[in-house]
């Protein structure tokens, strides 16, 4: 079944304790990217990836890091989380020229707490 | 920079009955524009893709149209049913320079359907 998996589902942190959310796909798609999702602020961008090796900052980036050290994963990185970073996160991918059936593929989704 | 504007912010309606969702775009350049929806605490399950050079695109009961001229997409559901009852999102594909391939999401429409 091709699809985008996130891990963990759940996740409660204390500040300042390293994480990595990991993101895996399936599709061999060339992109990928992270997006949070805040009440009353919608989804935003924090970093895409174009392919292995390229990447950059969205809208939001912050205090996170990525990587693409492979095609299938994209590993969203938070070195010192704070407060601020409690959300909910999704990883997405979609083949480079975004058409298709399917656009882009979105995980199920990573709640983060950070205490 | 690309603005999203979905209306309304939220819809009840009765079980059965037809209804329209909006969704307007502030820079007509481009790629695609995709459908969404979330249940609460859920994951992005994508409803329909419109590539920028389609007018519509159309699945079971739903069916999107796209007026790239004008910067505006509908999403049309017939015979509702309490099982739409989610949140649905629109977004759309930049096209080109540094925001190549990013999503601009709406706030989004939370629709109930009551039996």
């Known amino acids: 079944e091709a699809q985008v998996t996130q891990n963990p589902r759940y996740l409660i942190t204390v500040t300042g304790k390293k994480l990595t959310v990991t993101c895996s796909q399936n599709?061999?798609?060339?992109?990928m990217s992270w997006y949070r999702q805040d009440p009353g602020l919608g989804l935003r961008q924090i970093y895409y990836?174009?392919?292995?090796?390229?990447?950059d900052k969205g809208d939001v980036p912050e205090g996170y890091k990525v990587s693409r050290k492979e095609k299938r994963n994209f590993p969203l990185i938070l070195e010192s989380p704070s407060p601020n970073q409690t959300s909910l996160y999704f990883c997405?991918?979609?083949?480079?020229?975004?058409?298709?059936?399917?656009?882009?593929?979105f995980g199920s989704g990573t709640r983060l707490t950070v205490v | 920079k690309q603005e999203v504007t979905q209306i309304p912010a939220a819809l009840s309606v009765p079980e059965g009955e037809n209804l329209v969702l909006n969704c307007s775009f502030t820079d007509s350049a481009i790629y695609n524009l995709q459908w969404f929806r979330q249940d609460p605490g859920k994951g992005l399950t994508s409803l329909l893709l419109?590539?920028?050079?389609?007018r519509e695109q159309t699945s079971g009961r739903l069916n999107a149209s796209l007026d790239k001229s004008s910067g505006r997409s509908t999403l049309y559901i017939a015979a509702s049913q309490p099982g739409d009852s989610a949140t649905y999102l629109c977004?759309?594909?930049?096209?080109?320079?540094?925001?190549?391939?990013?999503?601009?999401f709406g706030q989004g429409t939370i629709l109930t359907v009551h039996p």
């Open positions: 419109i590539q920028s050079s389609q």
């Open positions: 599709m061999n798609h060339e992109y």
């Open positions: 977004a759309v594909r930049e096209g080109g320079g540094t925001s190549y391939g990013k999503l601009t």
């Open positions: 997405a991918s979609s083949t480079k020229g975004g058409g298709g059936k399917y656009g882009y593929t």
């Open positions: 990836s174009m392919n292995v090796e390229v990447t």
